[in-house]
């Protein structure tokens, strides 16, 4: 069974950067579309980035020039380097890994707050 930990969350003031990390256990990883969500209370989980297996991206339009979604098939990881970060990117982010047709499985969340 896949198993999916985020890393890298925390509280950062507006303007800052944080790198969020999720590490994916089976051998699945390389040929799987891997995508960053976030959710805040209330609200939808909405997509904020996704990366096919060939490196492909694909960014929500509000963090488009911010972002960026990347990944190592080596070590299992996709990462989220994120910049100019706003009080309005405040929320849980979670890491998806998905097959589509076949699988789909979730991180279990990492806060990342941002301060005004």
């Known amino acids: 069974q896949v198993q999916l930990v985020e890393s890298g969350g925390g509280l950062v003031q507006a303007g800052g950067s944080l790198r969020l990390s999720c590490a994916a256990s089976?051998?699945?990883?390389?040929?799987?579309?891997m995508r960053w969500y976030r959710q805040v209370p209330g609200k939808q989980r909405e997509l904020v980035a996704g990366?096919?297996?060939?490196?492909?991206?694909n960014y929500a339009d509000s963090v488009k020039g911010r972002f960026t979604i990347s990944r190592d098939n080596a070590k299992n990881t996709v990462y989220l380097q994120m910049n100019t970060l706003k009080p309005e990117d405040t929320a849980v982010y979670y890491c998806?890994?998905?097959?589509?047709?076949?699988?789909?499985?979730w991180g279990q969340g990492t806060q990342v707050t941002v301060s005004s």
């Open positions: 998806n890994q998905n097959l589509p047709g076949l699988y789909d499985a």
């Open positions: 089976g051998s699945i990883f390389s040929i799987s579309l």
């Open positions: 990366i096919s297996r060939g490196g492909s991206t």
